[in-house]
């Protein structure tokens, strides 16, 4: 079902505007635009989440011990959990 009004506008018009610090667009501040960080004033990242998960895809993908390290871990875990259950 389609929304009755705009829910960016709307989010603006609540939570305020917040510019990200890597991509420059302004956007409502809130944690659905913003990943939440208790040490800053405002109480969210300098960068959008847009742009936060494109330098995190973009380090997975370069480093490729990175991903080695990550993927063992993660089954590491998978498999302690499912004997633990």
């Known amino acids: 079902m389609a929304e009755p009004y705009d829910v960016e506008w709307t989010d603006f018009l609540l939570f305020g505007?917040?510019?990200?610090?890597?991509?420059?667009?302004?956007?409502?501040?809130?944690?659905?635009?913003?990943?939440?960080?208790?040490?800053?004033?405002?109480g969210m990242k300098a960068t959008c989440k847009a742009c936060r998960q494109e330098r995190v895809n973009a380090h997975y993908a370069a480093d490729a011990d990175y991903r080695e390290r990550h993927n063992a871990a993660q089954r590491r875990r998978y498999l302690e959990t499912k004997a633990a259950r």
Do not use: E, L
């Open 17 to 42: 505007r917040k510019t990200c610090r890597t991509c420059g667009v302004t956007k409502p501040a809130c944690t659905s635009y913003f990943n939440a960080d208790a040490d800053n004033i405002d």
